[in-house]
C-alpha cells in the first residue's frame, strides 16, 4: 500500500494544476446539484417495526382525526388561582373569561377552550387550577412562530397582572438552540493551535483549507443526491462535526509527516511522496475504522439515523481523498514554506535541515521526558490512570435517557413550569397519556372486559374508552398513568399492557401514544448501542490487526477507547444529570440525556479514538520494524508524534468545549462528552495507558501467530519499500532547494 499511496502523491504533486481543476469542478458540480436538488424530509421518530409505531399507523388511519396536522399547534394557558381562592369562584372565572378573549385575538388562533365546559371541564380537584387549550393553525415553514408566542406570552402577563398565577404550557415550534459566542472563538483557537504548531501561518491555513474542501465536497455531495433520496434536518449535523474533525486530523499528520521528511534531508518531491507513502497509508486505515463506525449506525435499524451515519461516512470518505490528492498537490505549491519561518532562515543560512534536526533531536522536550517517565515506571503509572478512569466512569452507570424531555429543556421556562403545574394538579401522568388499541371482531363487547384488566395494573390513575371504529374491529382507550412519561414505572406499565394483550378472549391489545413511541425508541437505541460497539470494536479490530501485525496492540487500543468512553459518559452525567458544574455549564441540569446521545457519542468519540491510536502506535510499529527494542521503539515513536496528537486533540477539545457551553442541553452534553472523552483519550489513554501497557507487554506486544501473519496481506505501512531509493537521491536534495521567503 505504501508504495501505491506514495504513487498517488507522487502523481498528484506533479500534476497539481490538474489536481485542483478536478477538485474545483467536483466542488462546483456539488454546490449546483445542492441548489437545484436539495430535499429535505419530515423526519418523524414513528417506527413501524415497533409494536408502537404499528399500532399508531393503525390508528391514524382508522380514526384520521388523530393524524398530525404539521400547520397546527396548541398551547395551554395554566391559570392558578391566588392563594385561599379557588378558580371557580365569580370573580376568578370573569378574568379567566377575560384571559380566554384576550387569546381568541392573537394570530393564528382559531379557538380557546373554555376549562369550565360542562361536557369537558379542565379544572382541578381542588378546584385552584384551571387551563384553557389554544388551538393554532396556519402555522407552516414560512411563518414566525416567535411573534405569536410572544403575544400569548403577553396574555398570561396580563392574568398575572390581574392577580392569578398564569404559565404558558406547550410549544409551537422546534426550538433553535441559542449560539453561543464560545463556539466562534472554539474555532479560532483550534486556528492558533494550527499555527502555534505548525510554526507557520501558511501550514496552518493549508490545513485547514483541505479540511474544509473535503468536508464542503461530502457534504455538498449528500445534499445534491437528497434530490433522489430526501433527507432529514438533521442528517448534516453528524456529517460536519465529524467530516471537519477528521479532515483537520488528516491533514496535521501528513503535513507534520511531510515536514519531518524535509527536515531528514529529503527533496520535497521525495517528501511528499513518502509523506503519503508512510502518513497516508495510516489515514486510509483510520479512515476506514471510521467509515466502519458510521455505517455500523445502520444497525440500530432506525433510518434517520443510518441516514445520518451514512452522509457523516460518505464525508470521511472525501476527507480521506483529499488528503490522498489535493494536500499533495497543496504541499508541492508550498515547498519549503511549510516549515517554520526559523528553520527557513537557518536554511537561507546554510545550515542544512538534516542538521536543524539532528540539532532538535538532542535536545529534551517535555514530551520527551513525559514518555520516559511513563516507560521507567509503566506498572504504577498504569494501575493509578486506569482506576482514575475507572472511578469517573461509575456514574454511567446512572446515566437516564430519553427521547425527550416533558416540559421542554429549560426547567426555568414558563413551559416547564406549566407541566410542573398541572402534574402537581391532575396527576403526574396526565400530559402522557397512553392509547391502547384493541383490535378484533366486534371489539364494543369487549370493551368493558379490556377495561376492567387495565384498571387492574400497577401505575394506573384512569380508564377512559374513546371510540370505536366504523367497522366494529377497532377501538381506542386512553391509559393514564399515574407516574410521569420518563419514569421507570411508566415503562413498567407499557410492558404489562403488552403482557396482557391476550387476556380477553377474541381481541388483541396494542399500546401507542407520543409516550410509547417515546418509550420504545429509547429502548431500541439502549439495546442497539451494545450490538454496535461490539460490531465496530470487532470490525476495527481486525483493520488494525492487519495494520500493526499483532493482536495484543489492537486490543489494547479498543479497551483503551472503552475506559475513555466510561469517562465521558460518566461526567456528562454527573454534570448533565447531577448538577456538578452548574456553575460553569449554561446549559440546565437534571434532565435526562436525550437517548440519541450515547450513540452518536460512541461513533464520533471512537473515530476520533483510533485516529490517534493510528497515528501515534503506527510510527512505535515503524520503529520496531527498523530494529528497535519495544522500549526504544516506543519512545521514538511517541517523540516523533506525540506533538501531532496534543495538537490534534487540543483542536477538537477547543471546538468541542465551544458546543458545551450552548444553552441548549442537547448541544451542550454532546460538546461536553465529546470534549471530555477526547481529552481523556488522547492525554491519559494514549499517551500514558497505551505506552505504559506496550513497555509491560514487551516483544510479546508485538506477537502475531506465524499462520494468521502469512494469511494477512502485507500492507507496508512503514514504507519498506520506499526506503531503497534513499540512496539515490543524497547527492541533489539541496541542489533542488528554491529560494523561501
Given amino acids: 500500500m505504501a508504495t501505491f499511496l506514495a504513487r498517488v502523491g507522487a502523481f498528484s504533486a506533479r500534476h497539481r494544476a490538474l489536481v485542483f481543476v478536478v477538485w474545483g469542478l467536483m466542488l462546483a458540480a456539488v454546490a449546483y446539484g445542492t441548489v437545484t436538488g436539495l430535499k429535505f424530509n419530515d423526519g418523524g421518530f414513528s417506527l413501524a417495526d415497533t409494536e408502537s409505531g404499528r399500532a399508531l399507523q393503525v390508528m391514524q388511519t382508522t380514526f384520521p382525526a388523530t393524524s398530525t396536522d404539521d400547520t397546527a399547534g396548541t398551547l395551554q394557558l395554566v391559570l392558578t388561582a391566588p392563594d385561599g381562592e379557588k378558580i371557580t369562584s365569580t370573580a376568578d372565572r370573569k378574568l379567566v373569561a377575560a384571559v380566554i378573549s384576550e387569546a381568541k385575538g392573537v394570530e393564528h388562533v382559531v379557538a380557546v377552550s373554555d376549562p369550565f365546559a360542562a361536557d369537558r371541564p379542565y379544572v382541578s380537584a381542588d378546584g385552584t387550577t384551571a387551563v384553557a387549550t389554544v388551538s393554532l393553525t396556519g402555522l407552516t415553514d414560512d411563518t414566525d412562530t416567535e411573534p405569536i408566542y410572544d403575544d400569548v406570552l403577553a396574555v398570561a402577563q396580563h392574568a398575572r397582572d390581574a392577580g392569578l398565577s398564569a404559565e404558558v404550557g406547550g410549544t409551537i415550534?422546534?426550538?433553535?438552540?441559542?449560539?453561543?459566542?464560545?463556539?466562534?472563538?472554539?474555532?479560532?483557537?483550534?486556528?492558533?493551535?494550527?499555527?502555534?504548531?505548525?510554526?507557520?501561518l501558511i501550514a496552518a491555513g493549508a490545513n485547514m483549507i483541505g479540511a474544509l474542501l473535503g468536508l464542503a465536497v461530502g457534504l455538498l455531495g449528500v445534499f445534491a443526491a437528497s434530490a433522489w433520496h430526501p433527507i432529514g434536518s438533521t442528517t448534516p449535523t453528524l456529517a460536519g462535526m465529524i467530516g471537519l474533525a477528521v479532515g483537520i486530523d488528516y491533514g496535521l499528520f501528513i503535513f507534520?509527516?511531510?515536514?519531518?521528511?524535509?527536515?531528514?534531508?529529503?527533496?520535497?518531491?521525495?517528501?511528499?511522496?513518502?509523506?503519503?507513502?508512510?502518513?497516508?497509508?495510516?489515514?486510509?486505515f483510520a479512515g476506514a475504522t471510521v467509515i466502519i463506525a458510521l455505517v455500523g449506525l445502520s444497525v440500530v435499524r432506525i433510518p434517520f439515523i443510518t441516514e445520518m451515519g451514512v452522509a457523516a461516512a460518505i464525508t470521511v470518505a472525501t476527507t480521506v481523498l483529499m488528503a490522498l490528492t489535493f494536500l499533495p498537490a497543496l504541499m508541492r505549491c508550498m515547498g519549503y514554506r511549510v516549515l517554520s519561518r526559523r528553520e527557513r532562515r537557518l536554511l537561507r543560512q546554510g545550515v542544512p535541515l538534516a542538521e536543524q534536526a539532528a540539532r532538535h533531536a538532542?535536545?529534551?522536550?517535555?514530551?520527551?521526558?513525559?514518555?520516559?517517565?511513563?516507560?521507567?515506571?509503566?506498572?504504577?503509572?498504569?494501575?493509578?490512570?486506569?482506576?482514575?478512569?475507572?472511578?469517573?466512569?461509575?456514574?454511567?452507570?446512572?446515566?437516564?435517557?430519553?427521547?425527550?424531555?416533558?416540559?421542554?429543556?429549560?426547567?426555568?421556562?414558563?413551559?416547564?413550569?406549566?407541566?410542573?403545574?398541572?402534574?402537581?394538579?391532575?396527576?403526574?401522568?396526565?400530559?402522557?397519556?397512553?392509547?391502547?388499541?384493541?383490535?378484533?371482531?366486534?371489539?364494543?363487547?369487549?370493551?368493558?372486559?379490556?377495561?376492567?384488566?387495565?384498571?387492574?395494573?400497577?401505575?394506573?390513575?384512569?380508564?377512559?374508552?374513546?371510540?370505536?371504529?366504523?367497522?366494529?374491529t377497532t377501538a381506542m382507550i386512553q391509559v393514564v398513568p399515574e407516574s410521569g412519561p420518563v419514569d421507570d414505572a411508566t415503562r413498567d406499565l407499557v410492558r404489562d399492557i403488552r403482557d396482557h394483550s391476550g387476556d380477553v378472549t377474541g381481541v388483541s391489545l396494542a399500546v401507542t401514544g407520543a409516550t410509547a413511541v417515546d418509550i420504545d425508541t429509547n429502548t431500541k437505541l439502549s439495546k442497539a448501542l451494545i450490538?454496535?460497539?461490539?460490531?465496530?470494536?470487532?470490525?476495527?479490530?481486525?483493520?488494525?490487526?492487519?495494520?500493526?501485525?499483532?493482536?495484543?496492540?489492537?486490543?489494547?487500543?479498543?479497551?483503551?477507547?472503552?475506559?475513555?468512553?466510561?469517562?465521558?459518559?460518566?461526567?456528562?452525567?454527573?454534570?448533565?444529570?447531577?448538577?456538578?458544574?452548574?456553575?460553569?455549564?449554561?446549559?440546565?441540569?437534571?434532565?435526562?440525556?436525550?437517548?440519541?446521545?450515547?450513540?452518536?457519542?460512541?461513533?464520533?468519540?471512537?473515530?476520533?479514538?483510533?485516529?490517534?491510536?493510528?497515528?501515534?502506535?503506527?510510527?512505535?510499529?515503524?520503529?520496531?520494524?527498523?530494529?528497535?527494542?519495544?522500549?526504544?521503539?516506543?519512545?521514538?515513536?511517541?517523540?516523533?508524534?506525540?506533538?501531532?496528537?496534543?495538537?490534534?486533540?487540543?483542536?477538537?477539545?477547543?471546538?468541542?468545549?465551544?458546543?458545551?457551553?450552548?444553552v441548549s442541553p442537547f448541544v451542550a452534553a454532546i460538546g461536553f462528552a465529546l470534549a471530555v472523552g477526547v481529552l481523556t483519550d488522547a492525554f491519559i489513554v494514549r499517551m500514558i495507558i497505551v505506552p505504559a501497557v506496550l513497555r509491560l507487554l514487551g516483544d510479546a506486544a508485538w506477537w502475531m501467530p506465524r499462520r494468521l501473519d502469512r494469511v494477512l496481506p502485507d500492507i507496508d505501512a512503514e514504507g519498506r519499500s520506499l526506503d531503497h531509493d534513499r540512496d539515490a537521491t543524497d547527492g541533489h536534495r539541496d541542489a533542488e532547494l528554491t529560494p523561501v521567503a
Avoid at 446549559?587 to 468519540?605: D, E, H, K, T
Wanted: aromatic content about 6%; charged content about 15%; proline content about 5%.
Fill in 531 to 662: 450490538v454496535y460497539l461490539i460490531l465496530v470494536a470487532g470490525l476495527s479490530m481486525v483493520l488494525l490487526v492487519i495494520l500493526f501485525r499483532s493482536l495484543l496492540v489492537p486490543l489494547v487500543g479498543t479497551l483503551g477507547f472503552l475506559l475513555s468512553l466510561g469517562t465521558a459518559f460518566g461526567l456528562t452525567v454527573g454534570v448533565f444529570q447531577k448538577g456538578w458544574a452548574d456553575a460553569l455549564i449554561p446549559a440546565p441540569a437534571g434532565n435526562p440525556i436525550l437517548s440519541l446521545l450515547p450513540i452518536l457519542i460512541v461513533g464520533i468519540l471512537f473515530g476520533l479514538a483510533m485516529d490517534y491510536q493510528v497515528f501515534l502506535v503506527s510510527r512505535m510499529h515503524e520503529a520496531h520494524s527498523r530494529g528497535l527494542s519495544t522500549t526504544d521503539a516506543i519512545v521514538d515513536g511517541f517523540k516523533r508524534t506525540a506533538v501531532v496528537v496534543v495538537a490534534a486533540a487540543l483542536i477538537m477539545v477547543s471546538v468541542f468545549a465551544g458546543f458545551a457551553s450552548s
Fill in 362 to 472: 538532542k535536545r529534551r522536550s517535555f514530551l520527551s521526558g513525559w514518555v520516559r517517565t511513563v516507560v521507567k515506571a509503566p506498572l504504577p503509572i498504569a494501575v493509578v490512570a486506569i482506576a482514575g478512569l475507572l472511578a469517573l466512569s461509575m456514574p454511567t452507570f446512572q446515566l437516564k435517557t430519553a427521547l425527550s424531555t416533558p416540559g421542554g429543556e429549560d426547567p426555568a421556562s414558563t413551559q416547564r413550569a406549566a407541566y410542573d403545574v398541572i402534574a402537581g394538579k391532575f396527576g403526574a401522568g396526565s400530559q402522557g397519556p397512553l392509547i391502547v388499541l384493541v383490535e378484533g371482531v366486534g371489539v364494543a363487547g369487549e370493551l368493558t372486559a379490556v377495561t376492567t384488566v387495565l384498571d387492574g395494573l400497577a401505575d394506573v390513575a384512569s380508564v377512559t374508552p374513546a371510540g370505536v371504529s366504523a367497522d366494529g
Fill in 256 to 284: 507534520a509527516r511531510f515536514r519531518t521528511e524535509l527536515r531528514e534531508g529529503r527533496t520535497v518531491e521525495e517528501a511528499i511522496a513518502r509523506a503519503i507513502g508512510t502518513a497516508g497509508s495510516a489515514v486510509v
Fill in 173 to 200: 415550534a422546534d426550538a433553535t438552540p441559542e449560539q453561543s459566542p464560545a463556539e466562534g472563538i472554539g474555532a479560532l483557537i483550534a486556528f492558533v493551535i494550527l499555527i502555534v504548531t505548525f510554526g507557520s
